[in-house]
């Protein structure tokens, strides 16, 4: 759901890095962290990329500190029903990554906020990353994620 960053002002907050939409959060706990460790209830408030999040029980920026970097999940079945043609962004990390013909080349290994749309970052098989845009152009579907050849020759500058 989100990915903790650095504490914000003196009443225990933390910034947040959103990945998925912002009304989306209401109702989705209990959350837990990377280790599966329940987190404090918590009260999110802010929209789009400055969102910040206050967790009970945590009342200063040095209890905040300790959970920066924590990653936010809920269960998948807590999530709504998406169209056909959506997909939840955090459900996309760690996925594995195929060229056009199907075989297997990466990982996505975290997402960028480009814009316009979000980028895959992609940990190729080379131990580079590639930065891939997540446009129809570029992926022709996220279950598997599976790339076009158009996005084929942007990975080729990686690998050479």
């Not at 992926?139 to 598997?144: A, G, H, L, Y």
């Amino acid at each position: 759901m989100g990915r903790l960053g650095a504490p914000h002002g003196l009443r225990g907050e933390l910034k947040v890095k959103n990945l998925v939409k912002t009304e989306q959060w209401g109702g989705y706990g209990p959350f837990i962290n990377q280790q599966d460790e329940e987190l404090p209830q918590l009260t999110l408030r802010g929209a789009g990329t400055t969102m910040l999040v206050k967790l009970d029980g945590v009342d200063t920026p040095e209890d905040a500190a300790r959970y920066k970097g924590a990653y936010l999940y809920t269960a998948v079945e807590n999530f709504p029903e998406l169209a056909e043609d959506e997909v939840y962004l955090a459900a996309l990390y760690g996925q594995k990554v195929h060229d056009h013909s199907g075989a297997e080349i990466g990982t996505v290994r975290d997402l960028y906020d480009a814009g316009s749309h979000p980028a895959l970052v992609v940990a190729l098989a080379n131990e580079a990353e590639a930065m891939v845009p997540l446009a129809e152009e570029y992926v022709q579907s996220t279950e598997p994620v599976q790339l076009t050849e158009a996005a084929q020759a942007l990975l080729d500058i990686y690998t050479q």
